[in-house]
């Protein structure tokens, strides 16, 4: 350990979330990795590292990158180092054994490269106990329609992060309209720029500010669904 090394297991559990916090700033793969295990360990669910140290060290990267301070290789760097923290914890969120109650499509919107949004929905979703088919980043149209095609899942998700590819997503939706695919699958929308209105204003079910909330919809949804189907059969 050199002078400058930080003891992260001598830190206390604020310390050590603060620390996440400037490690992710930092892009640093290896000490994100060591804390998550350290919270993991001092008995932290794997939900609150997610949220308190990931997603909120994320956040402050985002204000920076706004503000001009943090340019887009540093917030690689970041994005890198999230990611590696949410792959320990991936595991671990979907490993509820709670019976499958659904499948969904996600991906992110052609133009778009934005992924950490997206993964963190797929991984709740998972834990949740929904299937979840990821097809990526930049998808166009033909991608979801495919997707729809081979997977037939209940949900469709699309992300944007950009004000620019957000829009596409009604692309997306009229397509399935004119192919009268649409009332066959529930569709959430979610990502930075949206809004409640603007997932209305496309045509989507829903609109989700965050991960939990994509889950409480979706559980929500297709509960609808169900009901609703088995009084048209009866
Ligand atoms: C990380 C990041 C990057 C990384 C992406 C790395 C990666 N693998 O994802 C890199 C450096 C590559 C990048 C590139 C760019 N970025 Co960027 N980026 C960000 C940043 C800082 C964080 C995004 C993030 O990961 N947040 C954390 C996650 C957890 O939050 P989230 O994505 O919002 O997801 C949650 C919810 O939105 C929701 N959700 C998201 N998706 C979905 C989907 C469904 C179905 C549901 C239900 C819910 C849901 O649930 C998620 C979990 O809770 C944001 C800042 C911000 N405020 O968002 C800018 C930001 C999005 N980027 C921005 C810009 C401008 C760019 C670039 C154009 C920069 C450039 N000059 O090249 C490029 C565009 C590249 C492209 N074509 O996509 C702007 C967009 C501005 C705008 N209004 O359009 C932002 C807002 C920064 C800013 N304020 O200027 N970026």
């Known amino acids: 350990m050199s002078e400058d090394d930080i003891d992260l297991a001598a830190l206390s559990d604020d310390e050590l979330v603060e620390q996440m916090h400037d490690d992710l700033y930092d892009g640093l793969q290896e000490e994100i990795q060591d804390a998550v295990n350290i919270l993991l360990e001092r008995g932290w669910a794997p939900y609150d590292i997610l949220t308190k140290a990931l997603v909120e060290g994320m956040r402050i990267v985002g204000v920076d990158f706004r503000d001009g301070i943090l340019f887009v290789p540093e917030v690689l760097l970041s994005a890198n180092a999230m990611k590696s923290g949410m792959s320990i914890l991936r595991p671990l969120l979907a490993e509820t054994g709670a019976p499958k109650v659904g499948k969904m499509v996600i991906g ?98 829903g609109y989700c500010r965050d991960a939990a909330v994509a889950v409480e919809m979706a559980k929500d949804l297709i509960a609808r669904r169900h009901n609703q189907l088995a009084a048209n059969q009866g």
């Open 108 to 205: 992110t919107v052609k133009g778009d490269i934005h992924d950490i949004g997206k993964n963190l929905v797929s991984m709740m979703m998972e834990g949740a106990g929904f299937e979840v088919i990821d097809i990526g980043i930049n998808n166009p149209v033909e991608n979801y329609l495919a997707a729809l095609e081979e997977h037939k899942p209940d949900i469709l998700g699309m992300s944007a992060l950009l004000t620019t590819t957000m829009p596409y997503m009604k692309v997306v939706i009229d397509e399935m309209k004119e192919k009268g695919l649409r009332d066959e699958y529930i569709v959430l929308v979610g990502g930075a720029p949206l809004n409640e209105e603007f997932g209305e204003a496309i045509g989507a079910d």
